[in-house]
């Protein structure tokens, strides 16, 4: 036999028992994750109307409900809103795609010819959704009824809270949040205008719901750290400002607000290396607590 088949051979082989080898190993198991099941935020102008989805009643909007993960009906999803003294109005759910056959082929066997069919296969309708849905009702009259939307409630609250009409700005921040339940910075806004109101509770109340919406908005836990902080609640205000900066670890403010409250439960060491984290960071810090800060801890810096 010669020599280089011998060779050419045994090489081979080596390949063979590598990729038996490779195909025995156990690798790390990857649990399977389900992708979050989308929700969607129904809206009528004006609110409070009967909502039925394909003849199944949901309840009153303002409403929130589950998109079907894996709707494969072949006719569209529809929506229904009724309210007494307006036309009852129907729309789609989303944006529905109807099904589709699609021809199946394989190759010809004649150069250059048509691939040539071998059946069909059907593809399923289906659906993408949308975050929200509104819906504008019009009276018996004919007449479309006109309704300020989440964001136009949304810039007339900044703009009364700017005025410093607080009460008008909770108010027209409310109605914001009332139309889009998930307007998460009409909660934030709506925060502030408690907070500068007094009404702490409320405030953290609303930061928390900030929170909940988006869970990574590291300014809604120092917002929601600073009110704990004016409760004298210490270490729920450090607890929220090293969350903000596990979000952010380049978020002065949180460095600063921590080292604030390190120093009312006189961990000094601590404060100081918020201090100097802030200052490294670009903030400056009060003149006036760094003077507190000196004559507690005897320390310059």
């Known amino acids: 036999m010669n020599r ?7 090489l081979m082989a080596i390949g063979l028992i590598a990729t038996l080898i490779s195909s025995c190993a156990i690798g790390p198991r990857v649990a399977h994750v389900a992708p979050p099941t989308p929700t969607i935020t129904i809206n009528t102008v004006p609110n409070g109307a009967d909502i039925s989805i394909q003849g199944n009643y949901m ?6 409900v589950t998109a079907p993960s894996n709707y494969t009906g072949t006719e569209p999803m529809r929506i229904e809103a009724r309210l007494e003294g307006y036309e009852p109005k129907e729309v789609l759910f989303g944006d529905y795609h109807p099904p589709v056959a699609k021809v199946l082929t394989r190759p010809s066997n004649i150069f250059l010819a048509d691939p040539i069919p071998v059946g069909t296969q059907t593809i399923p309708a289906y659906y993408t959704f949308r975050n929200s849905i509104d819906i504008k009702l019009y009276s018996k009259g004919g007449s479309s009824v006109y309704a300020k939307t989440a964001e136009e409630y949304f810039q007339s609250g900044n703009s009364s809270f700017d005025q410093g009409n607080l009460s008008q700005a909770i108010s027209d921040l409310t109605k914001a949040i ?8 009409a909660y934030n806004n709506r925060g502030f205008a408690y907070a500068t109101q007094g009404n702490l509770p409320q405030a953290i109340s609303d930061f928390t719901k900030v929170i909940e919406i988006n869970p990574q908005d590291a300014d809604a836990y120092h917002s929601r750290g600073f009110i704990y902080g004016k409760q004298s609640n210490f270490g729920q205000a450090i607890s929220d400002f090293s969350k903000a900066i596990e979000i ?4 002065a403010k949180a460095y600063s607000s921590r080292g604030k409250n390190y120093y009312y439960i006189k961990e000094y ?3 100081w290396a918020d201090v100097h984290k802030a200052e490294g960071l670009g903030s400056a810090v009060s003149p006036e607590f760094l003077t507190e800060l000196k004559k507690a801890s005897g320390r310059e810096k």
Do not use: C, H, Y
């Open 269 to 271: 060491d601590k404060a």
């Open 178 to 185: 009332e139309i889009n339940p998930k307007l998460a910075k």
């Open 248 to 251: 952010d670890p380049n978020l």
């Open 59 to 64: 309840g009153k909007s303002p409403l929130v």
């Open 4 to 10: 280089f088949r011998v060779i050419g051979l045994f």
